[in-house]
């Protein structure tokens, strides 16, 4: 009964993701589905500045923001004043626009002329052509003001919008950067809370006037913590990156053939339908969520392995190689509350994606075992990746899945982990 509602869900899975799916997804989501005083450089950004020096940290709570995909989900990354700059990388952009959402709440700032630059889009790699940079300052009275410039920092060349803003609030900025043909000629936008879901507005709340500044291909986004002088206080959560206005803000269904439409190597919709007595039905759309029984389902906030209940199983070699999974098997059963073995990779993700679990991992698996789970998961806030952290690849067989908090943990223990010699599998007496 078992194989045959795996088979179903499998089939379920095919069939909805031929007919239903995203008109256009992110090219980049980051909701900070880390431990509050995790490290953000353990966590998929990489620093380029000042690294390890007043490091940025995830804090809690997340932001929210009414109608945006990102709003509640996870925590968030704070910045002070000055210290280490951090930036991640996404799909080369050469052509066309890329929209930049995020939340953001601004405690403090400076009331220089030219405030301080805390985000910004830049090549890959990403060296120093700094490219639609988001700057913010105050007033004597504690008025904030935001600013975008295509590249330079000098008071008189920012574009500023009046001191309309309150310190402690949250603010959805997206920022637009248009590459034009020829050269020093890409123009640079900003949208200050505009109202979702909607179109994108007729006119931005403030454009950069730098436009002759030289032009770059979009490929990284930044977090910037600069100078103590100038530098303001903020917390930002919630990063998407697309190349439409809708991509970024909203979420549309529409008609389709294949299961990957936006072509971003992932499923864009799945189904997990649970053994039938247990009447439960797992759905997820790339920027839609997740629900099970169409009520909307999160993942745990469980924030320490020593804490987490954890799901895992073994390949059908697991008699005739080493690298079996016994032995991270045996070596995370003493670190954690327990390690389940349920049977069926979709399921288990599914329980990770609703919070009955805290994480997933396994080697040998397929790619239909994966491919409906890891939306679910990704869906419901937690995070897949590969063993190390990098980038999941459904074709390597090898899956971490996780509520985000315990994710950087539960890698390093994994990697800790060495198989068990030969003669210690079943079947060998010595």
Known sequence: MLCRTILAAAALMVLCAATISFAQAPIFVENFNIAEGALLTENGWTAHSAGGTNPIIGVVPGLTYSGYPGSGVGNAAGMTTSGEDVHRTFTVQSSGSVYAAFMVRVSDASTDAGGGYFFHLSPDPIGTAFRARVFAKRDASNNLSFGISK?????????????????????LIVVKYTIVDGTANDTVAMYINPTLPGNEPGAP?????????????????????????????????????????????????????????????????????????????????????????????????????????????????????????????????????????GGAASVDLAYVACGRLDGYWERGLSAWDMAAGVVIVEEAGGRVTAYDQGEFEIGSGRILATNGLIHSALSRELLRVKPLPDDSLPGHLG
């Open 205 to 341: 709340t403030v454009s950069a006037t730098d436009t002759s500044q030289s032009d770059i291909a979009v490929g990284s986004v930044a977090l910037r913590q600069g100078t103590a002088a100038t530098h303001p206080t903020v917390v930002i959560d919630g990063i998407r990156i697309g190349t439409s206005w809708a991509s970024i803000t909203t979420a549309t269904i529409n008609q389709a053939k294949y299961v990957d439409f936006n072509g971003d190597g992932r499923t864009d919709y799945a189904v997990v339908r649970n053994i039938p007595f247990l009447q439960e039905l797992f759905r997820a759309a790339q920027g839609l969520g997740a629900t099970r029984n169409r009520q909307p389902i999160r993942v745990s906030q469980t924030a320490a392995l020593a804490q987490s209940l954890l799901v895992t199983g073994f390949a059908y070699d697991r008699r005739e190689t080493p690298d079996n999974n016994y032995a991270e098997f045996c070596h995370l059963t003493h670190l954690t509350q327990g390690v389940r073995r």
């Open 151 to 171: 590249a330079v920092t000098t008071a008189a060349d920012i574009a500023f919008t009046p001191f309309t803003y309150s310190l402690n609030t949250t603010y």
